[in-house]
């Protein structure tokens, strides 16, 4: 992903997410700047069709809703913030090709888990790609978790 994607990547995400759930332009530009080998777009004939934001984190703490993206000492986890796949490109696995894009970073990485936030009824897409629920979070999680306003689940998948 370029800086030049950035309005691509808003079109989509407006066109995939329930309105309380979009991000701003600034924070989308954050991301990719905080983490430019994880954030990736896929391409068809008609440009942008798909992207996904990810970054080293820990296993256990969820990235609130609009919140910033930063490297922890000591990261063991890769987090997938937002994947998002525009409708004229469904069912084509350009979804599933871009999280194993990242996870591949993840193992050479040698981090041990990936996890993500699921909301909008992905949990089954999720645990097909190995995810699974997690419940055991934290009051201060649970409160970033809360901070989607919608039914959102927290969701992690080993990586060794």
């Known amino acids: 992903m370029g800086k030049h994607d950035i309005a691509a990547v808003l079109a989509i995400q407006e066109e995939s997410y329930a309105s309380e759930l979009l991000e701003s332009t600034e924070i989308i530009r954050q991301r990719l700047l905080a983490f430019p080998d994880l954030a990736w777009v896929a391409e068809d004939a008609h440009g942008?069709?798909?992207?996904?934001?990810?970054?080293?984190?820990?296993?256990?703490?969820?990235?609130?809703?609009?919140g910033a993206f930063a490297e922890p000492d000591a990261p063991d986890c890769l987090y997938l913030h937002d994947l998002a796949v525009a409708r004229r490109a469904a069912g084509r696995g350009i979804g599933p090709a871009l999280v194993q894009r990242n996870l591949e970073h993840g193992l050479a990485s040698r981090l041990k888990y990936s996890a993500l936030v699921s909301v909008q009824d992905s949990a089954a897409f999720w645990s097909r790609?190995?995810?699974?629920?997690?419940a055991a979070l934290d009051s201060a999680q649970q409160r970033n978790l809360a901070s989607y306003g919608v039914p959102a689940v927290y969701m992690v998948?080993?990586?060794h």
């Open 48 to 66: 942008v069709c798909a992207y996904l934001f990810g970054y080293r984190s820990h296993a256990g703490k969820v990235t609130p809703l609009d």
């Open 129 to 134: 790609l190995g995810y699974a629920a997690e």
């Open 157 to 159: 998948k080993p990586l």
